[in-house]
Protein backbone atom coordinates (compact mmCIF):
# COMPACT_ATOMS: atom_id res chain seq x y z
CA UNK A 1 0.00 0.00 0.00
CA UNK A 2 0.97 3.19 -0.69
CA UNK A 3 0.19 7.29 -0.76
CA UNK A 4 1.27 9.38 -3.59
CA UNK A 5 1.18 13.33 -3.89
CA UNK A 6 0.91 15.10 -7.64
CA UNK A 7 -0.06 18.20 -8.91
CA UNK A 8 -0.10 19.60 -11.87
CA UNK A 9 3.89 20.28 -12.27
CA UNK A 10 4.11 16.45 -12.52
CA UNK A 11 1.71 15.99 -15.39
CA UNK A 12 3.19 15.45 -18.90
CA UNK A 13 1.29 17.51 -21.04
CA UNK A 14 -0.13 17.73 -24.64
CA UNK A 15 -1.90 20.35 -26.46
CA UNK A 16 -5.00 20.02 -28.62
CA UNK A 17 -3.56 21.47 -32.34
CA UNK A 18 -2.79 24.79 -31.79
CA UNK A 19 -5.56 25.74 -29.54
CA UNK A 20 -5.37 26.73 -25.97
CA UNK A 21 -6.23 23.49 -24.61
CA UNK A 22 -4.07 20.84 -22.83
CA UNK A 23 -4.61 17.19 -21.02
CA UNK A 24 -2.06 15.72 -18.94
CA UNK A 25 -1.44 12.87 -17.06
CA UNK A 26 -0.35 12.06 -13.55
CA UNK A 27 -1.05 8.71 -13.35
CA UNK A 28 -1.27 6.31 -16.68
CA UNK A 29 -0.36 2.63 -17.56
CA UNK A 30 3.54 3.10 -16.79
CA UNK A 31 2.91 4.09 -12.79
CA UNK A 32 -1.11 2.83 -12.30
CA UNK A 33 -2.17 -0.80 -12.70
CA UNK A 34 -5.96 0.20 -13.22
CA UNK A 35 -6.35 4.02 -14.15
CA UNK A 36 -5.77 7.58 -15.43
CA UNK A 37 -5.19 10.42 -13.63
CA UNK A 38 -4.66 14.03 -14.73
CA UNK A 39 -5.52 17.37 -15.69
CA UNK A 40 -7.34 19.45 -18.32
CA UNK A 41 -6.72 23.21 -18.96
CA UNK A 42 -8.70 25.40 -21.49
CA UNK A 43 -7.98 28.55 -21.51
CA UNK A 44 -10.43 30.55 -23.61
CA UNK A 45 -14.09 30.28 -23.28
CA UNK A 46 -15.88 28.72 -26.12
CA UNK A 47 -12.89 26.97 -27.20
CA UNK A 48 -13.98 23.16 -27.58
CA UNK A 49 -12.79 19.95 -28.88
CA UNK A 50 -14.58 16.98 -29.79
CA UNK A 51 -14.10 13.46 -28.87
CA UNK A 52 -15.65 10.06 -28.61
CA UNK A 53 -14.61 8.47 -25.06
CA UNK A 54 -13.51 5.12 -24.87
CA UNK A 55 -13.31 4.55 -21.45
CA UNK A 56 -15.38 5.56 -18.09
CA UNK A 57 -14.61 9.09 -17.08
CA UNK A 58 -15.30 11.62 -14.06
CA UNK A 59 -13.99 15.22 -14.39
CA UNK A 60 -13.76 17.29 -11.76
CA UNK A 61 -13.97 21.36 -12.07
CA UNK A 62 -11.53 22.90 -9.85
CA UNK A 63 -11.81 26.37 -11.67
CA UNK A 64 -13.84 27.74 -14.13
CA UNK A 65 -16.70 26.03 -15.57
CA UNK A 66 -16.30 23.22 -18.17
CA UNK A 67 -19.37 22.21 -20.67
CA UNK A 68 -19.63 18.71 -21.93
CA UNK A 69 -22.34 18.53 -24.96
CA UNK A 70 -23.53 15.13 -26.31
CA UNK A 71 -26.50 13.92 -28.08
CA UNK A 72 -28.27 14.13 -24.55
CA UNK A 73 -28.01 18.03 -24.75
CA UNK A 74 -25.08 20.21 -22.46
CA UNK A 75 -24.01 19.78 -19.22
CA UNK A 76 -21.86 22.62 -17.77
CA UNK A 77 -19.98 22.02 -14.06
CA UNK A 78 -18.60 24.66 -11.95
CA UNK A 79 -15.50 24.40 -9.54
CA UNK A 80 -16.49 21.98 -6.94
CA UNK A 81 -18.78 19.40 -9.51
CA UNK A 82 -18.62 17.18 -11.51
CA UNK A 83 -19.34 15.58 -14.57
CA UNK A 84 -19.28 11.87 -15.52
CA UNK A 85 -18.69 10.47 -18.98
CA UNK A 86 -19.54 6.66 -19.84
CA UNK A 87 -17.81 4.70 -22.77
CA UNK A 88 -18.85 4.90 -26.01
CA UNK A 89 -20.53 8.65 -25.53
CA UNK A 90 -19.44 11.01 -28.67
CA UNK A 91 -19.11 14.94 -27.24
CA UNK A 92 -17.45 17.66 -27.29
CA UNK A 93 -15.21 19.29 -24.29
CA UNK A 94 -15.90 23.12 -23.82
CA UNK A 95 -14.74 26.27 -21.94
CA UNK A 96 -17.56 27.71 -20.50
CA UNK A 97 -15.60 30.13 -18.64
CA UNK A 98 -11.51 31.31 -19.36
CA UNK A 99 -8.82 29.50 -17.58
CA UNK A 100 -11.14 26.39 -16.81
CA UNK A 101 -8.93 23.78 -14.93
CA UNK A 102 -10.10 20.48 -14.64
CA UNK A 103 -8.97 17.20 -13.09
CA UNK A 104 -10.32 13.91 -14.61
CA UNK A 105 -10.03 10.14 -13.41
CA UNK A 106 -10.34 7.41 -16.24
CA UNK A 107 -10.70 3.79 -16.02
CA UNK A 108 -9.09 1.92 -17.73
CA UNK A 109 -6.81 3.96 -18.66
CA UNK A 110 -8.21 6.44 -21.29
CA UNK A 111 -5.12 6.57 -23.56
CA UNK A 112 -4.63 2.98 -23.38
CA UNK A 113 -8.49 2.65 -24.25
CA UNK A 114 -8.33 5.20 -27.19
CA UNK A 115 -5.27 3.82 -28.92
CA UNK A 116 -7.15 0.49 -29.77
CA UNK A 117 -10.09 1.79 -30.28
CA UNK A 118 -11.64 2.47 -33.63
CA UNK A 119 -11.43 6.33 -32.53
CA UNK A 120 -7.46 6.15 -32.32
CA UNK A 121 -7.26 8.72 -35.13
CA UNK A 122 -8.47 11.48 -32.53
CA UNK A 123 -4.85 11.24 -30.73
CA UNK A 124 -3.49 12.91 -34.19
CA UNK A 125 -4.65 16.47 -32.79
CA UNK A 126 -2.43 15.90 -29.76
CA UNK A 127 1.24 17.08 -29.46
CA UNK A 128 3.35 17.50 -26.74
CA UNK A 129 3.31 20.94 -24.71
CA UNK A 130 4.07 22.86 -21.62
CA UNK A 131 0.37 25.00 -20.59
Known amino acids: MSVRHFTSHDAKFYQYADRPIFVGDV ?3 SN ?4 SV ?6 KK ?7 VTYDEALIVTKGAL ?7 AKTARAGEV ?15 DDTEVAYVTHPHWMDAQTR ?4 H ?10
Request: hydrophobic share 30%; net charge negative; glycine share 8%.
Open 27 to 29: LDS
Open 32 to 35: SDTM
Open 38 to 43: GFYRNR
Open 46 to 52: GERNEWV
Open 67 to 73: TVRSADG
Open 83 to 97: LFLTRGTEIAYEAAE
Open 117 to 120: SKHA
Open 122 to 131: LLDSYHPARP
